[in-house]
């Protein structure tokens, strides 16, 4: 297990963008917990070398597989090599741990690039519940509603995300 203020030395050198150097501190620890694992999983992710990302955070699920962190990128990595099955799973997974509004509104969004528009709608009506202005989940059900042709619908969820579009009596303009 290691020290917090080696952890805390991690997201200073993380923070400064000094992933390198973090990633040697983090090769020197002999005895590696999940946080190490999470740590050089996610530096890895920063880099964007998602093999050894995946890698090392699949060793941190394996040690603590109810960790939110954890879950969450591995659902950001599983997304990004187009695996939107596996990213919901681990997504709901972190989400059963911790309810989150932006993860709520990443599984809707995954559920709208599967086309399973109903599942979609119901996490953007739970996000809504706690913000009903939530930018990125308007957009999202903004896109479901054009995709099934209900424009109206379409443009008060646009609208409601961007506050671009004015509605007249018959019409709508764009702002």
Wanted: proline share 0%.
């Amino acid at each position: 297990m290691i020290a917090n203020n080696l952890i805390n030395e991690f997201l200073e050198l993380i923070k400064n963008n000094k992933f390198e150097d973090s990633l040697k501190k983090l090769e020197k620890i002999e005895n590696k917990d999940s946080k190490v694992y999470f740590l050089t999983g996610s530096v890895y992710l920063s880099l964007n070398k998602i093999e050894l990302a995946e890698k090392n955070l699949l060793m941190a699920y394996k040690l603590n597989n109810k960790n939110f962190s954890i879950l969450h990128n591995l659902g950001v990595i599983n997304k990004t090599k187009g695996n939107l099955e596996t990213a919901k799973d681990y997504f709901v997974e972190a989400l059963e741990i911790q309810e989150n509004l932006e993860l709520l509104s990443e599984i809707a969004n995954i559920y709208k690039e599967l086309n399973n528009y109903e599942i979609a709608e119901k996490y953007c009506q739970m996000v809504f519940k706690k913000d009903k202005s939530h930018q990125k989940t308007n957009l999202i059900l903004s896109e479901i509603y054009f995709k099934n042709n209900e424009i109206h619908k379409a443009l008060i969820y646009k609208h409601k995300a961007t506050g671009l579009i004015r509605f007249l009596e018959k019409d709508f303009e764009i702002i």
